[in-house]
């Protein structure tokens, strides 16, 4: 199946982390100043999941969660956003689930990361030969999946997987230098799951490391691209390049006031994936990934600020338009 095709299947598996999200309340009150925190869902493919869902999708994550109250917790929220958990498999022991403690302001923005000893690292050959690929049409990895053992190799199995059965595949970078042995493993496992990827999303800090310096990132983007792969290479406040089929696309952002940076990435690739599924234009696909983005960042929370249908509308409804690249 091409990878347009596989898109408007609406039907996605992924793989990566789920994980728990603790965000200081009010909004712009610092965590080490904080009285309540809130709690919901947080994880880089859990959030994809809870956006895609929410945009009329069907996505199953396919991840280890730790036998304990927030292993749990995470669970019933995939399951409170409708994402598919039959391939959740619990883990006992010392793995933990993964927390993430932030807060919603910008200015010195602090995310304290928890993941010593995380469980979605222990999912397995067995745990991915379990998923039924063909109920699927594409699958999607976030990069962080790679950083560790038994998880690299399953997952790089998986892709074997989903090949064998017809599926395209999609890859967030998401590089996260704390997960990592050494930027060097980095570099080179990153690199080997672009080469097998068909849909390849990254920052330019991203692509850049993976070529080596940051500014060999746009031509290792268009070296991807070159290929025969759909290459998005975001830039942040200047937007976007989308490279497919021997074009390329520059798309704006749609400016907000921003309380937190953190989950743009995650709904960028909702956003994108939904619109294609929509039969938008790649461009307004791509604008529709960074509509999202700025929802996202503009309210507290990951998972629970991933826009509906109607909540994209009035959002597209009440600004200008996006910038010009």
């Known amino acids: ?69 927030v292993g749990r917790f995470a669970q019933n929220r995939l399951e409170h956003y409708g994402v598919n958990t039959q391939y959740l498999r619990t883990v006992g022991g010392e793995h933990r689930l993964s927390l993430a403690v932030y807060e919603s302001c910008i200015d010195d923005f602090q995310n304290v990361i928890y993941r010593n000893g995380a469980v979605d690292f222990q999912v397995t050959n067995e745990d991915v030969d379990r998923v039924d690929y063909n109920a699927f049409g594409a699958l999607i990895t976030a990069g962080t999946v790679f950083a560790s053992e038994p998880s690299r190799s399953s997952t790089f199995r998986a892709f074997e997987n989903a090949r064998a059965a017809g599926l395209p595949m999609i890859f967030d970078i998401d590089y996260r230098p704390y997960s990592w042995p050494s930027p060097e493993v980095a570099a080179e496992v990153l690199s080997r799951a672009g080469d097998a990827s068909d849909l390849i999303v990254g920052n330019d800090e991203e692509f850049g490391f993976m070529a080596g310096s940051i500014e060999k990132g746009l031509d290792k983007a268009r070296e991807l691209a070159a290929s025969g792969k759909m290459v998005i290479y975001k830039m942040g406040q200047e937007g976007a390049i989308t490279l497919a089929d021997g074009e390329e696309i520059r798309t704006g952002i749609y400016p907000v006031t921003a309380v937190k940076p953190n989950g743009a990435g995650d709904s960028f690739m909702a956003g994108l994936l939904a619109g294609i599924a929509d039969g938008l234009s790649l461009r307004d696909a791509v604008l529709q990934g960074s509509a999202c983005a700025s929802i996202v960042v503009s309210q507290p929370g990951c998972a629970p600020a991933m826009p509906t249908p109607a909540e994209l509308e009035a959002f597209l409804a009440a600004h200008a338009g996006p910038t010009h690249p």
Do not use: H, Q, Y
């Open 1 to 69: 199946m091409n990878l347009i095709d596989a898109i408007t299947s609406r039907k996605f598996v992924v793989f990566g982390r789920a994980g728990m999200d603790m965000f200081a309340d009010p909004v712009g009150t610092k965590s080490e100043l904080a009285e309540t925190f809130r709690a919901d869902l947080g994880g880089s493919s859990a959030n994809i999941c809870a956006g895609l869902v929410k945009l009329g999708c069907e996505a199953a994550l396919v991840t280890s969660i730790s036998d304990d109250a």
